[in-house]
């Protein structure tokens, strides 16, 4: 289950206060959830990954999300709502760049 990936990446991440953790607006309930409990209890930080107005992932601006605090980004290939398919090779290319692990 996404609860416990969130669980268990957050503690080998060693996720705490002011650590960052990635999602987009268009994230399944799923996934967003785990993540909400994590911050509540261990103070990490939550930044959303804007899509545009017809739906579409806005690579820039997530990549402006992406800072010396980010843990790890966790983001849907597809959404079941909007039907936007992640640009997945060129966000996980950003994230390797990094050092942040994509979930």
């Known amino acids: 289950s996404l609860n ?9 991440l060693r996720l ?26 261990h103070g990490a930080v939550i930044r959303w990954a804007p899509v545009d107005d017809a739906g579409n992932f806005l690579l820039d ?4 999300l992406l800072g010396p605090r980010t843990k790890v980004v966790s983001l849907t290939h597809m959404s079941n709502a909007l039907g936007t398919i992640t640009p997945v090779a060129e966000v996980a290319r950003l994230c390797r ?3 942040v692990p994509l979930r």
């Open 61 to 64: 601006e997530f990549e402006k």
């Open 97 to 99: 760049a990094r050092g």
């Open 16 to 41: 705490g206060a002011g650590d960052e953790i990635v999602l987009s607006i268009m994230e399944h309930h799923s996934n967003i959830v785990p993540w909400h409990f994590w911050r509540e209890r």
């Open 4 to 12: 416990l990936l969130a669980s268990s990446l957050g503690r080998h």
